[in-house]
């Protein structure tokens, strides 16, 4: 028996993979022009350096204060499950929010410097050989 | 639960907490046809019971969507599994399993950008859903391996005769595995990160 056969489709330049913007889309320029801008994503400001950082889903973000009086509940709920670093996915899966949701919640918070978000180590054109290996060895040991 | 969450809020178990040192991730996907077992992949080698994220179907995706005629009229929600392995005191690993349909591609925006890279699951009785998954992959540039999930009941072929009907070239791993076991599962990661390393070696990862 023969598997079926795999036919690679012509190349559509159209669908190659959009390249990072340099300057974050505004709300207002977003949604319109160009088919390379993502309108759900989120810039936000990261509170150490003050250079934009865009969320992920595996962005860890950590409290830095106790919730106070004047946040939403949903806010409060956050703070209190990021006590110890969680990932934007966790936060999203324990508070039962779309990731879209939990990406506006997650920027008032980091706005009003109530939580830190630490940004994932993401594919680069230069490899971190040293992260790769970092990675098999933490394999290894499970 | 954990009963330091007096909320109604569930959180993450005592034992399941990061350590404050944890200073970033990195996150592999896991991309297959429904049923191919990629939560079952997740769960496997998982140090936390595998959890549920959900992305609504959003601006960004109605372009595709748009293309399967009524679907689009509604909002789409889908639901990704995913794991987490600690790497080291400082790195985590995430691991996303993503179904592989074209209508789902809306999800792969945020869940690829920056992955090291992907597992394609397969099942060899259903092939052909892997198909589209594969060169959406190799437009975007997002580096994979094979990973045949052995089914009892599932048609074996020799590697090769995969390797030719999927239309890889030789240096993508093609592999064999039991997504329920962990070594397999684990093995199976082993490979991508070969591959990743020899793909830096070489200095052809873009």
């Keep these: 028996m023969t598997p079926p056969q795999r036919k690679r489709r012509r190349p559509r330049p159209e669908l190659a993979p959009p390249p990072l913007p340099s300057v974050p889309p505004t709300p207002e320029s977003g949604g319109e022009d160009g088919d390379n801008k993502n309108p759900e994503r989120l810039y936000v400001i990261s509170g150490a350096d003050g250079a934009r950082a865009e969320l992920d889903l595996v962005t860890l973000i950590v409290a830095r204060a106790a919730p106070p009086p004047s946040v939403t509940p949903e806010q409060a709920a956050l703070l209190r499950l990021c006590l110890a670093p969680l990932s934007v996915a966790e936060l999203s899966a324990y508070l039962n929010l779309p990731f879209s949701a939990m990406t506006a919640l997650i920027t008032e918070l980091i706005t009003a410097e109530l939580v830190q978000a630490r940004a994932p180590i993401v594919r680069q054109a230069l490899p971190d050989r040293s992260l790769l290996e970092a990675v098999m060895h933490g394999l290894q040991k499970l | ?206």
Aim: aromatic content about 8%; proline content about 5%; hydrophobic content about 40%.
């Design chain 2, 1 to 206: 639960m954990d009963f330091k969450n007096s909320d109604t809020i569930p959180g993450p178990r005592t034992e399941d907490h990061l350590p404050h040192t944890a200073q970033a991730a990195v996150k592999i996907v896991i991309v297959g046809g429904f049923g191919v077992g990629k939560t079952t992949m997740v769960g496997s080698v998982s140090e936390i019971r595998p959890l549920t994220t959900e992305e609504t179907m959003t601006q960004a995706g109605i372009g595709v969507d748009d293309n399967y005629g009524s679907e689009s009229k509604t909002a789409t929600t889908v639901a990704m599994d995913f794991g987490r392995i600690s790497i080291t005191d400082q790195l985590v690993l995430y691991l996303f399993g993503t179904p592989g349909q074209e209508r789902f591609w809306f999800l792969w925006n945020g869940l690829f950008e920056g992955a090291l890279g992907a597992v394609v699951l397969i099942d060899t009785r259903r092939l052909e859903v892997s198909f589209d998954v594969m060169g959406r992959l190799e437009e975007r540039g997002v580096p994979f391996v094979v990973a045949v999930n052995s089914f009892p009941d599932a048609p074996r072929y020799p590697i090769e005769e995969l390797r030719t009907a999927l239309d890889l070239s030789p240096e993508i791993p093609i592999i064999e595995c039991d997504a329920r076991r962990r070594a397999s599962s684990r093995d199976v990661l082993m490979t991508l990160m070969r591959f990743l390393h020899s793909l830096a070696m070489s200095g052809a990862l873009t």
